[in-house]
């Protein structure tokens, strides 16, 4: 098996959540502490929506939740695991690879053709040598919808429906 996926994604999704909890610290901090006077409820309030809708704003652009935590390539299938959960999706089952990009992160998007444990659309990071190299990105995931194709062909199944064509 060779890892495809970034190696420390759980730790990159981690020090994402810890960098969130400390900016809220940061922000709360003059509001809790009993030291200080409060000069202006409303502004500590409204830094801290801000800081909510910022953070809503990034997790929505980088999906990090959805991410899978690893993909291993395993010639015929891919081993994807995203937390304890962790399953075989054979190259025939995926429909469409595309290259996602939010927030300055590029991600590979698989969408399956029929639903799993882990959702209909598998996300994941590539390695990190590809992240600075857009163009690597699109060939590897080129490269990956190419061999889903022809494991689809072998089978004999429709790319959208997973199952054979009727005749």
């Known amino acids: 098996m060779r890892l495809i996926s ?29 030291a200080a ?24 652009k980088t999906h990090l939740p959805l991410l899978a935590d690893e993909v291993a390539d395993g010639g015929d299938h ?7 959960t962790v399953m075989a999706v054979p190259l025939a089952d995926i429909g469409a690879v595309t290259v996602a990009s939010g927030a300055g992160l590029h991600r590979i998007v698989l969408d399956l053709a029929a639903p799993t444990p882990l959702g209909q659309r598998i996300e994941f990071l ?19 919808a190419q061999r889903a194709e022809q494991a689809r062909g072998a089978r004999g199944s429709h790319p959208a429906t997973g199952r054979a064509p009727r005749g």
């Open 78 to 84: 891919l081993r994807v695991q995203r937390g304890r």
């Open 6 to 34: 970034f190696r420390s994604t759980v730790m990159f999704k981690r020090g994402i959540a810890l960098s969130a909890a400390m900016l809220a610290a940061v922000v709360l901090a003059p509001a809790l502490s009993g």
């Open 37 to 60: 006077e409060r000069p202006s409820a409303l502004g500590n309030i409204v830094s801290l929506a801000l800081l909510g809708l910022f953070s809503i704003y990034v997790l929505a």
């Open 126 to 144: 590539p390695q990190a040598s590809l992240w600075s190299n857009h163009g690597a990105i699109v060939r590897a995931a080129a490269s990956l």
